[in-house]
């Protein structure tokens, strides 16, 4: 269990021996410092009153979690980014989540304070122990080589002095909602365990009408509209047999909620066909932009029978746009939409790419979630999906795209100049990774990624009995010669010419997203110490589009794209439908698609109109 915060500070752990210790060395001071980018490194322990180090910090009270860190980048000038880990450390494979990303400056200790969520053994549905967490540099590499210990280590450490953990604030908020509608004496005896009706002295009919209450509040809230009379009768019924029957009072307000959170109105989306109600309206504007149930205010306009306003609707769209949780839309969006949740399915091969690192990785999908936060909050014209003028870059990805130098973790709005080769998310680190498989790419794959996500261009699946394309990775052929020779019958070529030329000027980057104008080859004849990939054939870049527009490269196809922006527009409106309403948009549904996109003309087709014109359509407004 945790100390009372403030009192007692955790450190890292080094280890048993010297041997064990390896990465981690400890200073004069007591300070901590680890060189291991590896997860299992770091463990935190608790010292005792004899000064050694011992118990690690375990979760009894499940929720948000106050972290007060003093850290520091030891042996170098430039901030080191650090993840918090968190999950069952202690099981092999270790089976946790980055649930958070800081930076430690260099120099001085600084104290960071955050915030992260921990389960108890109770409420953990991955394992039946608590949460604890590790605290893991970036980029530092892989663990200290044998027989190499921390004190001889030059290069750059994370250096902690210790964690400062505060509990979530008793009762937790789940309490204190479920008894606002108690008195203080109510309350007081509800909480106290084995506590009867007979037993707390309080009036059976002040029980039943306060309890009555809270199913009305708490049943808003978790079915997403009022209870039906029908409703309201079955659970105060039961409540009562239940307290009539000598059962606790906190057991029997507990049997209620939990039969109303394992009903069908709350574990699933009721709509019924046709216009939507007002709170059926009011669940889906919530799920949609916060990917949660509305809050009492949206809940409350829907009760008045107001949200059905299209003006009302509009003022409300833009609260929950403007609101911290959007950002949950954002992440979502772009996972479904872009195909990010593919980003942890392939690792790059380290023979053929060494440069890649996780830090690369998480800055990636990081850009193409904030890139489009960024359009959203500043209504950008969907141009910029291909051809903005801006990108948003922290020091790991400028190093990678090779721009101008920038500092630090946190990205920051640069100017692209006006011949680069990246701008736009369909050139970013993360979604050419996950248009690729970590070894080679395929024009095939990334094309019909753009048709169908970016241009909302269906591309039917392949004929059952047409194989797919084994990448030659000894560089004999390029996949553009093995797919002339794949794609050569008529019927296959016409389809291919939707999508292959998008795909074709992808190829200008590699797997990692990296500029490139030879692919990479494994190297038979390397050797330990040499690099073990060789530049195989050129790329050719070069396509015609199937309007018929020749292009050389990447730069003359987004000049191409971004003539077109009613297109773009066409085809994330397709997408936010299918993501909003939770129902694939059909060709049926075309003309309404269309004039959402004629709507937003007059604003440049921006992006926030886009989501107005989608929520405002019969598409979101109907089932």
């Keep these: 269990p945790y100390p009372k915060s403030g009192e007692t500070k955790y450190r890292l752990w080094a280890g048993a021996s010297e041997q064990s210790a390896g990465h981690i060395l400890e200073l004069e001071d007591g300070t901590m410092v680890s060189f291991n980018t590896d997860t299992t490194s770091g463990p935190l322990r608790l010292k005792n009153k004899e000064g050694k180090l ?34 069952h450390t202690g099981a092999y494979p270790q089976m946790i989540d980055l649930v958070k990303i800081l930076e430690a400056p260099p120099g001085k200790p600084a104290i960071i304070e955050t915030e992260i969520y921990l389960r108890t053994n109770e409420n953990n549905d991955v394992a039946e122990v608590s949460d604890t967490f590790r605290l893991i540099p970036f980029g530092l590499g892989v663990q200290v080589p044998k027989n190499t210990l921390a004190k001889n280590c030059k290069g750059p450490g994370l250096a902690v002095q210790w964690v400062d953990i505060e ?55 978790l079915f997403r509209r009022e209870l039906t009379d029908i409703e309201m009768v079955t659970i105060t019924a039961n409540f009562s047999k239940e307290i009539d029957a000598g059962v606790f009072l906190a057991t029997a307000l507990r049997n209620q909620i939990s039969a109303l959170m394992t009903a069908p109105d709350f574990l699933c989306i009721v709509e019924q066909p046709g216009r939507l109600t007002n709170f059926a309206l009011a669940s889906r504007l919530s799920y949609f932009l916060w990917n949660s149930t509305p809050d009492e205010e949206l809940l409350e306009i829907a009760r008045l029978g107001k949200l059905t306003d299209s003006a009302v609707l509009k003022t409300q769209t833009e609260r929950l746009l403007k609101d911290p949780k959007s950002q949950r839309f954002i992440n979502d969006f772009a996972d479904q939409w872009l195909g990010l949740r593919s980003i942890n399915d392939t690792t790059p091969d380290t023979d053929l790419y060494p440069e890649y690192d996780d830090l690369l990785k998480i800055s990636s999908v990081m850009e193409t979630q904030q890139t489009l936060k960024h359009m959203i909050d500043k209504n950008l014209s969907v141009r910029d999906f291909v051809a903005p003028k801006w990108a948003l870059v922290n020091e790991r990805l400028a190093k990678h795209y090779s721009m101008p130098e920038t500092k630090g973790f946190a990205l920051q709005e640069v100017k692209l100049l006006p011949d680069s080769s990246f701008g736009g998310i369909w050139t970013h680190a993360s979604t050419m990774k ?28 392949p004929p059952p009995n047409i194989d797919p394309i084994d990448p030659d990775t000894r560089g004999a052929k ?138 405002q359509s019969d598409l979101f407004r109907s089932k």
């Design 54 to 87: 011992q118990g690690a910090p375990g979760t009894r009270i499940p929720g948000i979690h106050k972290l007060r860190i003093s850290v520091y980048a030891y042996q170098t000038d430039k901030p080191i980014v650090f993840g918090i880990y968190a999950g």
């Design 167 to 221: 509990e979530p604030e008793l009762p937790l908020l789940g309490n204190r909602w479920l008894s606002a509608d108690l008195s203080p004496q109510m309350a007081e005896t509800f909480l106290r365990p084995n506590t009867t009706l007979k037993l707390s002295k309080l009036s059976r009919e002040e029980v039943i009408a306060t309890m009555q209450k809270t199913f009305k509040r708490v049943g808003m809230r």
């Design 434 to 461: 996950v248009t690729a498989n970590g070894t080679s790419t395929s024009p095939v794959k990334r094309g019909v990624w753009v048709a169908e996500r970016l241009l909302g261009t269906p591309i039917p699946p």
């Design 478 to 615: 390029t996949l553009r010669e093995q797919l002339a020779l794949h794609s050569g019958t008529g019927s296959c070529a016409a389809c291919h010419a939707k999508f292959d030329p998008y795909g074709f000027a992808l190829e200008s980057f590699d797997v990692m997203g990296n500029l490139r104008t030879n692919y990479r080859t494994a190297d038979a004849a390397a050797i330990k110490g040499k690099s073990k990939w060789k530049e195989g054939p050129p790329v050719d870049s070069t396509g015609i589009s199937p309007e018929g527009a020749a292009f050389s490269g990447i730069k003359q196809l987004r000049e191409i794209l971004a003539k077109n922006p009613e297109q773009l527009a066409r085809g994330v409106t397709r997408n936010l439908v299918t993501y909003s309403t939770g129902s694939p948009a059909s060709q049926l549904d075309q003309k309404a698609i269309d004039a959402i996109v004629k709507n937003s003309q007059s604003d440049d087709y921006g992006l926030r109109s886009i989501i107005h014109g989608v929520i």
